[in-house]
Structure formats: structure tokens, C-alpha cells
């Protein structure tokens, strides 16, 4: 309640501003919020504009509302496109009505709220303001189904993000890149599952029900068309957005298909200028990180120009380098994982996790005493850049070899292999391992205190591609321990 006193006292000046909030109340007639603003000869223009949309009738009914509505003087030079074209119109005049309440006294000092509209409007009454539009008093004019408020500015409907991106002119190869992506879709989100692949073991889905009309952009990295949530988009001018894809496109070719190539580049240099929440220039140090962990640098004297949207900001670039190590990033392959794919044996052995505080993620696995020959854990590590990777183990020994069967005289051995998923003897596997490495790795360290990770092959990938590897042991029902993968990749 005081923080509320505090704001009313700066911006109306009043002395006392109850007074004038009581005072109104008690002034409160029987018209509603179209009569109102009929009975006021400086909201003619805005009532005509009611009129010929059919909100009279709108605001005319029980339900309740607030109407910020523009003075004449605020509507002498509405744009004719809005004018003249009745979608426009009533989409213009929406823009000014909300289903709710919104009391300057009894309001936050700011807030982002939805309007007929569609779009959403923020009140700012701490300045007294929605959105560039100033409050006049009086400040509060109640009717009895809602409250009038009195603006000098018209509220005129920004578009959103994905509205501006269809429609604009600038950056002509980034926005015509994301807008040919417009088509039939998959969402898994819509389609009946029908099972699971045998090879890949993902689901299966009948493609029938998962087909939409949408984009990627929208269902794979952020909805850029909902007006509820706040985003910040890059656009970057012709030569940066090809300079950026001449930088990483041999990191992502595939091997004797140049469209495919293209299309994974020009999708992996688009995908990172995409962000989570609306930044205003000056709130943005130097980097902006994007919706997949990657650090973008922002300039804000390379900024050409920028939008306001609905629903956040777009900013318009003439430089933008992402650096090759912070787009193309090492992977971490957790030994708890659940989702890797654990050989087991017979009588159910597959494994043990176990907590330890000094290991990576709180955990580490043992696969111990699992009579498969040589026995070991896949790891699916996804799309991998077409260039070399040093891999590396981190792995203790502190339970003497084997769980079951501990003994001082034996090593733990194992190695890593590129696997591809198979159909073996009728049944879900894996194809034997391409090792990376000709020599086993001997696990000696026995505390995450002393460990250190072990170097464990690095090979050159040809191709941009989806890779399955299998930590090995050195023989028949060798235990294999893990903490952790790491796949470092290398910049020749």
C-alpha cells in the first residue's frame, strides 16, 4: 500500500490521491462504458470508430471492461491504411479494450496485459503511462460496467516477432531462409504412436495424424507468433548471414549431398539467434546465450535498426561472428544416463549406479560381472560436427576390479567404438565396435580426488552425422567402469 501511495504521489501530483479516487467513486453514473464515451465531446472520433467496427455494442454489455481511449487530437493523423481498411480498423480498436479491470489506483506499477485484440499493451503506471500513450486525468473514470481511461496516444497494434519476420524487407537471406521452412510438418506432439523403430529405437508415429502446416522455427526452437511470451530475435544482413555460413559449413557437410549440407548450415547459423525473453539494447552486456547453450556477441553500435513487437524485440545486425568453438561445443556423456543402452547378461546383471559426490553429476556406473564377451555400455551421442573429436574417459578403480568377485591382481580395460544400431538374431542390437584406439585404456586411479581423464582415441568424422558408441571391456565379463565421456572437438 505505501509502494502504491508512492507512485500515485509521483505521477498525479495530487495531494492527497485517494481524495480524487473517492471522489470519482462517488461520481460513478449509471451509463455504461459506450454511453460514456459518447457523453465526452474529445472522444468523438473514438466513439465513430466503435461505431463502425461493432465494439459499441461490445462494451455496451454486462460484461466488465477498461477502455484506454485516444483523445481527437491523438487520432488526427491515424494512418489511412488503418482507416480505410475495416480489419485493420476493428483490429486497431480492440487494441484499446481489455476484459478486465485495470484501475490506475488499484494497478501494479507495470505489467504486460492482452487486449481484444490478440495483441497485449504494457501499463506503466509508475510513469503513468500504456505503452507510449500518456494517461490524462481524470485518471479513473468509472462506468458501470468497467473504467474509461483517456490517452493522448493511439495504441496502434504492433505485430509479433513471426509477423514481422514474414513481412519485412531487411535481411532478405535470413528472413527468406526461415520463411521457406513454411510447409507440412511433423509434430510428434499431435501424432498416435504406433511403436518403436528397431533399429534407432525411437517411437514410431502415424505420420497421417503428426503432419501440420507450421514452420521449425515455431515447433522445434520457439513459438515467435505467441503473444504470451517474450522473445529477442536477431536479423542479420546478407553478408553476415553467408559469411556465417561459409564459416561452418564444413562443419556440418554431409558426405556426397551438397543440398542436405546446405540446409543443416543455413538451419545451424539460424537456430542460435533465437532467445529466450525480450532484451532492450541497453540491457545487454556483450553476449546473449541462445535457446541451445550458445554464446552470441551483441553489439548494440551494430544494431541498423530495431522493432518493438508484441511479444519482444528484433534487432537488425550488420555483425554478428559466432565463435567456431562456442557454436560447435564439446559433449558430455553422463555413465548414469539412463538412456544409454546397457548389455545385460543372463541373470540380470546389467549394472551399478552409484552416488558419489566427487563424481561428475553425483554419480558414476559400474557394469560388473555381466557375462556378455566383450560387454559394454552404448551411449547414443547424437549429431556429431564433420570434423576430429578427442574422446576421453573419466573412470576410478575402488572396488578392486569386480564387485562380486573383487581381487588386486587384475586391471579394469576398456575403449570406446563408433557402434550403428542392428537388427541381430531377430532381436534389437548393435553392430561389434570400430575401436578408436588399438590399445585398451587400464582404469589405475582409485579417487575422484586423483583422477584425471584419460585420452581415449581421436577419430575424423567425414560426415555430419548421428553416432552411437560403445564403451568396451578388454574381455569376457570384464567389469567397465564410467563416469564420464567427453567428446572434444578439434578445429584443423
Not at 202 to 210: K, Q
Request: hydrophobic share 35%; charged share 20%.
Amino acid at each position: 500500500m505505501f509502494f502504491s501511495a508512492l507512485i500515485l504521489i509521483g505521477f498525479a501530483g495530487c495531494q492527497d490521491p485517494w481524495e480524487e479516487h473517492d471522489k470519482i467513486n462517488a461520481d460513478v453514473t449509471g451509463d455504461n462504458l459506450m454511453e460514456l464515451i459518447s457523453s465526452r465531446p474529445e472522444l468523438s472520433a473514438f466513439a465513430d470508430y466503435l461505431h463502425e467496427t461493432g465494439m459499441d455494442s461490445v462494451i455496451t454489455s454486462n460484461r466488465t471492461y477498461t477502455v484506454w481511449a485516444p483523445n481527437n487530437d491523438a487520432l488526427s493523423a491515424l494512418d489511412n491504411a488503418i482507416v480505410n481498411d475495416p480489419v485493420k480498423l476493428k483490429q486497431f480498436v480492440e487494441n484499446h479494450i481489455s476484459l478486465t479491470l485495470y484501475s490506475y489506483f488499484d494497478a501494479q506499477p507495470e505489467g504486460r496485459i492482452k487486449t481484444l485484440s490478440g495483441k497485449t499493451i504494457t501499463l506503466n503506471y509508475l510513469d503513468g503511462k500504456v505503452d507510449d500513450a500518456g494517461l490524462i486525468k481524470p485518471l479513473d473514470v468509472p462506468a458501470k460496467n468497467g473504467i474509461l481511461h483517456i490517452i493522448d496516444k493511439p495504441l496502434i497494434p504492433k505485430m509479433n516477432i513471426w509477423e514481422f519476420i514474414q513481412t519485412t524487407d531487411l535481411c532478405k537471406a535470413h528472413t527468406d531462409y526461415i520463411n521457406s521452412l513454411t510447409g507440412e510438418i511433423f509434430n510428434p506432439n499431435v501424432a498416435r504412436q504406433t511403436g518403436y523403430d528397431p533399429l534407432t529405437f525411437e517411437p514410431v508415429y502415424d505420420t497421417v495424424t503428426g503432419i501440420v502446416w507450421s514452420n521449425p522455427v515455431l515447433a522445434y526452437i520457439r513459438d515467435l507468433s505467441d503473444e504470451d511470451s517474450l522473445s529477442t530475435v536477431f536479423l542479420v544482413t546478407d553478408d553476415v548471414f553467408q559469411q556465417e555460413f561459409d564459416k561452418f559449413r564444413k562443419y556440418y557437410t554431409v558426405k556426397n549431398d551438397d543440398a542436405k549440407t546446405d540446409s543443416i548450415t543455413h538451419w545451424n547459423v539460424a537456430k542460435d539467434y533465437i532467445f529466450r525473453g525480450r532484451y532492450d539494447r541497453n540491457s545487454i552486456l556483450d553476449t546473449l546465450i541462445s535457446m541451445f547453450n550458445v554464446k552470441v556477441p551483441f553489439n548494440k553500435y551494430a544494431i541498423d535498426s530495431a522493432y518493438s513487437a508484441s511479444n519482444g524485440m528484433v534487432y537488425i545486425l550488420h555483425d554478428c561472428p559466432v565463435a567456431l568453438p562456442d557454436k560447435i561445443q564439446p559433449i558430455i556423456l553422463q555413465g548414469e544416463d539412463t538412456t544409454n543402452f546397457v548389455i545385460a547378461d543372463i541373470s540380470g546383471q546389467t549394472g551399478y549406479m552409484r552416488k558419489n559426490p566427487n563424481a561428475s553429476g553425483g554419480y558414476d556406473f559400474i557394469l560388473d560381472n555381466h557375462r556378455a564377451n566383450p560387454g559394454g555400455i552404448v551411449f547414443h551421442v547424437g549429431n556429431i560436427a564433420s570434423t576430429r573429436y578427442k574422446f576421453y574417459i573419466r573412470a576410478i578403480d575402488d572396488f578392486n576390479y569386480s564387485y562380486r568377485f573383487p581381487n588386486t591382481t587384475d586391471t579394469i580395460k576398456e575403449r570406446i567404438g563408433s557402434v550403428m544400431p542392428a537388427i541381430i538374431d531377430g532381436e534389437q542390437g548393435f553392430t561389434s565396435p570400430s575401436p578408436f584406439t588399438n590399445d585398451y585404456i587400464a582404469v589405475t586411479d582409485t579417487s575422484y580426488h586423483t583422477t584425471s581423464e584419460m585420452p581415449a582415441g581421436s577419430p575424423l568424422f567425414f560426415s555430419y552425422s548421428d553416432l552411437w558408441i560403445e564403451l568396451v571391456g578388454s574381455g569376457n565379463n570384464t567389469t567397465v567402469a564410467v563416469d564420464y565421456i567427453k567428446l572434444v572437438p578439434v578445429f584443423e
